[in-house]
């Protein structure tokens, strides 16, 4: 169905004022995705505070253009839809519910690239992105390491006072 140019300026415009303010994009290639996959999608990506858009390639490229991101746009191939995240402070977000739903459907999804910090970059970058934990699982991590020591410190005054005599 063809897209009037007042509809096309609007999408354009949305596109602009996406890249301007999202934290992180993700370009996604979606191919055969059913509307029930696609509403689980929706709302996996809605659990993270992510949003999805289904946009054209050429309105993408043009607002890319005027958002000035640093670096080469990868390439965009097949249907495309854009996963974002414009606040909150896990920015990793948008790529690892992609890169996790991708798991379940493969062939179906999968990630182009997207833009990270300001900056285009490709779909193996992206994916490493995708496989940094979120941000509660970062958090619990720090905690155990600056607990080991302590721990381990703890257990060795256990083990002595056990080795020692009773007075």
Same mark, same amino acid.
């Given at each position: 169905m063809?897209?009037?140019?007042?509809?096309?300026?609007?999408?354009?415009?949305?596109?602009?004022?996406?890249?301007?303010?999202?934290?992180?994009?993700?370009?996604?290639?979606?191919?055969?995705?059913?509307?029930?996959?696609?509403?689980?999608?929706?709302?996996?990506?809605?659990?993270?505070?992510?949003?999805?858009?289904?946009?054209?390639?050429?309105?993408?490229?043009?607002?890319l253009?005027?958002?000035?991101?640093?670096?080469?746009?990868?390439?965009?191939?097949?249907?495309?839809?854009?996963?974002?995240?414009?606040?909150?402070?896990?920015?990793?977000?948008?790529?690892?519910?992609?890169?996790?739903?991708?798991?379940?459907?493969?062939?179906?999804?999968? +990630?182009m *690239?997207? @833009?990270?910090?300001?900056?285009? #970059?490709? !779909?193996?970058e992206?994916? =490493?992105?995708?496989?940094?934990?979120?941000?509660?699982?970062?958090?619990?991590?720090?905690?155990?390491?600056?607990?080991?020591? +302590?721990? *381990?410190? @703890?257990?060795?005054?256990?083990? #002595?006072? !056990?080795?020692?005599?009773? =007075?």
């Amino acid at each position: 169905m063809a897209v009037s140019k007042q509809k096309k300026g609007e999408i354009l415009e949305n596109l602009k004022k996406i890249f301007k303010e999202a934290k992180t994009v993700v370009f996604v290639n979606f191919h055969k995705l059913t509307v029930a996959d696609a509403t689980a999608l929706r709302n996996n990506l809605r659990k993270s505070g992510a949003n999805y858009l289904v946009a054209k390639k050429t309105l993408t490229r043009k607002a890319l253009e005027h958002a000035k991101t640093q670096g080469e746009v990868p390439a965009l191939e097949g249907e495309m839809a854009l996963a974002y995240i414009t606040e909150g402070e896990d920015t990793t977000s948008p790529a690892r519910s992609i890169y996790e739903f991708s798991k379940e459907h493969k062939d179906v999804i999968s +990630i182009m *690239g997207g @833009v990270f910090d300001g900056k285009l #970059i490709g !779909k193996e970058e992206m994916k =490493a992105i995708a496989l940094i934990p979120g941000m509660k699982t970062l958090r619990a991590q720090f905690v155990n390491v600056i607990n080991s020591p +302590i721990q *381990g410190f @703890v257990m060795a005054l256990d083990q #002595i006072s !056990k080795s020692k005599p009773q =007075a």
